[in-house]
């Protein structure tokens, strides 16, 4: 389907951070770790599991592990994968905004990637049922994960793009941190943490806000600031 702007010039690609960002996963995720816990004795608040939002898997298996959960770290991961994933299995909490950005890059012939530090037996099942990326990058296929670059700069080089075309999406402080170092045009929406301002970062109130011309202004140079006033 020809694009509706033909004339933007649109990211060599848009690389997406998936929890958080394109699903409300993250009240599993908090869920899972409560249930982990208390179920090896030990308490975990909401304030526990919003300061492991975006962490790496093992960071976050390390965390639980120091709060009583008497269990190997691939155990720990694996649990809380498992229990994610039969969430999702349950029906996709896409957040809001999220489809329709996508199907408006589909439509627009602009390549996607879905940058994750959940792991693979996560992310490959809703990157099929969602069927718009054209690579996957999971948390257990790099070496050092988010917030170093190495997901982000993995993701252009498999799709041949350069990466300071290209505009990747977070909502956590490890990713912003990982995307911006990357060299991409980065965009954050404000979902479960407050984004503060940094050098470079475009802020979001929602995925509705993520038009194609708010993109073409983000990859010309432009940082904007589309946060609804409270």
């Not at 004339?7 to 848009?14: E, S």
């Not at 179920?39 to 120091?66: C, F, Y």
């Not at 155990?75 to 408006?104: C, K, M």
């Not at 959940?118 to 099942?125: H, K, N, T, V, Y």
Request: charged share 20%; net charge negative; aromatic share 4%.
């Amino acid at each position: 389907m020809p694009s509706a702007f033909p004339d933007l010039v649109l990211p060599a690609a848009v690389l997406w951070d998936m929890d958080g960002t394109l699903i409300d996963t993250e009240p599993y995720w908090m869920g899972a770790e409560t249930e982990l816990v208390e179920s090896h004795g030990g308490i975990w608040t909401h304030e526990d599991g919003l300061s492991l939002v975006g962490n790496p898997m093992m960071v976050s298996a390390a965390r639980l592990q120091e709060r009583g959960v008497d269990l190997p770290l691939e155990d720990i991961v694996d649990f809380l994968n498992r229990r994610v994933a039969e969430g999702v299995a349950a029906g996709i909490p896409w957040q809001a905004g999220a489809q329709q950005v996508l199907a408006d890059l589909h439509d627009a012939g602009v390549p996607m990637a879905l940058v994750t530090s959940s792991f693979r037996m996560l992310a490959e099942p809703f990157a099929a049922a969602a069927g718009l990326f054209d690579v996957v990058v999971s948390g257990d296929e790099v070496t050092r994960a988010k917030p170093d670059p190495e997901p982000y700069l993995t993701a252009a080089r498999l799709l041949g793009v350069d990466i300071g075309d290209c505009v990747a999406v977070e909502d956590s402080a490890s990713g912003i941190t990982s995307a911006l170092a990357s060299g991409a045009r980065t965009v954050a929406i404000e979902v479960m943490q407050h984004v503060t301002a940094r050098p470079g970062l475009s802020r979001i109130a929602s995925l509705a806000d993520l038009t194609l011309p708010a993109l073409a202004r983000i990859v010309g140079g432009d940082v904007l600031d589309l946060r609804r006033a409270s």
